[in-house]
């Protein structure tokens, strides 16, 4: 390697010197351009570990609700159950976003609204069905003209009509309970109301709100009239009401008296909303007969609908919307609503879907009377069959 001018002895060791120290530079500069890289890396990272030491050195701020919002710059704010403060709201804060209820964290010195926090509702209540409008009108509904009549009048009119009952003098009712053989239309009917009176549609199962800790069902209760409320015009439908309005009885296990907790939590929620607001109640069971008398009183569930098996013009009626958007070719609908004798809707509803399947099966674009009459037997024929078996392992076993 060529150590310095001194040691050049040609002039093709000259070139090679300089081409060793013009690629030497190169080197140094790349590793000067690296060393700037990193430089300004760590200048970041510094910045970055100063910011948030500085921000760990801040005191914790308090935790409050928005009580009313007075205007783009100030809130009256309450530190749960301490005093309320008019308070400034941050300028970086979202206005729209602030709302009575709404969570904020609070400065310790001057109390203004520096953060939104998240929403305390436990995550089984946001996870319930919520829409904010179902797509079902009145006229999915078949054959259940006198129970949606009932159901109208009572939440119905008063969502859209409330002077009328202020008028004649009287409260409309709480909360209306729909009871009959699974499969009816009761959930049908609660999310038909619900698109016609333009309100959020609010479904859990009576099961969903029990709970393994004590208490736990109790506050899960209180946050899905919470939840109610915020987006209210609303209908809260609690499907299958018997899992937690069971009648209480005098000897019970732990687990009995967590669901008698819920049950009565229930009931307080139902007496401390106003029947001519906009959030109505609506239950639905097929074991009415195990409900607790207390459930069923004046100004809780105040009407009780029965929703029963329909009868011929029922089926009829209901075949006819579950047909109405297919392609038919020489069937008797009234052939099929003879047939049917003791279905339900869901019945009525497999059976037009499962002749849909046999004419798809035929590859045709088109069902037939026989695609129905097999579908008739293969969705009844299957349920008798099962009942049957039911009733004979009965008699054996007792």
């Known amino acids: 390697m060529v150590s310095g001018l001194n040691d050049v002895e040609s002039p093709s060791d ?14 140094l500069e790349l590793q000067v351009r690296t060393l700037e890289a990193d430089k300004e890396r760590l200048e970041r990272e510094l910045s970055r570990l100063r910011m948030e030491m500085s921000r760990m050195r801040q005191p914790p701020a308090f935790a409050g609700t928005v009580i009313e919002v007075l205007d783009d710059e100030r809130a009256i704010v309450q530190n749960y159950n301490g005093p309320r403060f008019v308070v400034r709201i941050a300028p970086w804060i979202e206005r729209d976003k602030i709302k009575p209820g709404s969570r904020v964290a609070l400065d310790q010195r001057t109390m203004a609204v520096v953060e939104l926090l998240p929403s305390d509702k436990d995550p089984s209540v946001l996870g319930f069905e919520v829409i904010d409008r179902p797509r079902v009108t009145y006229r999915d509904v078949g054959g259940l003209e006198k129970q949606l009549q009932e159901l109208r009048e009572s939440v119905e009119l008063p969502l859209k009509h409330p002077d009328l009952f202020r008028k004649v003098g009287i409260d409309p009712p709480k909360g209306v309970l729909l009871y ?23 479904k859990v199962v009576g099961s969903e709100l029990v709970r393994k800790f004590i208490g736990e069902g109790a506050r899960l209760v209180h946050e899905l009239f919470e939840l109610a409320k915020e987006k209210a015009p609303s209908i809260i439908f609690i499907d299958e009401i018997d899992a937690v309005g069971a009648k209480r009885m005098d000897e019970t296990t732990g687990g009995e008296r967590e669901v008698n907790r819920t049950l009565m939590q229930l009931l307080a929620e139902m007496d401390g909303f106003d029947p001519c607001g906009d959030v109505k109640i609506i239950a639905a069971t097929n074991r009415p007969d195990i409900l607790d008398p207390a459930l069923l009183r004046p100004g809780r569930f105040d009407r009780v609908i029965e929703v029963p098996l329909p009868n011929f013009k029922g089926r009829y009626e209901i075949i006819k919307v579950h047909t109405r958007n297919m392609n038919l070719r020489g069937v008797d609908l009234k052939v099929i609503a003879e047939m049917t004798d003791g279905a339900s809707g869901a019945d009525l509803k497999a059976i ?31 349920e008798r069959r099962l009942a049957q078996q039911i009733a004979m392992h009965e008699v054996m076993y007792g």
Request: overall charge positive; glycine content about 8%; some cysteine.
């Open 14 to 27: 000259y070139d090679d010197y300089i081409t060793f120290l013009k690629r030497r530079v190169r080197q």
């Open 180 to 202: 009959g053989p699974p499969g009816c239309g009761k959930t049908l009917m609660a999310k038909a109301l619900a698109n016609e009176v333009n309100a959020t549609f609010i």
């Open 352 to 382: 037009a879907t499962e002749a849909g399947m046999f004419a798809i099966r035929a590859r045709r674009e088109y069902v037939t009377q026989e695609d129905f009459l097999k579908a008739v037997e293969k969705v009844l024929g299957a």
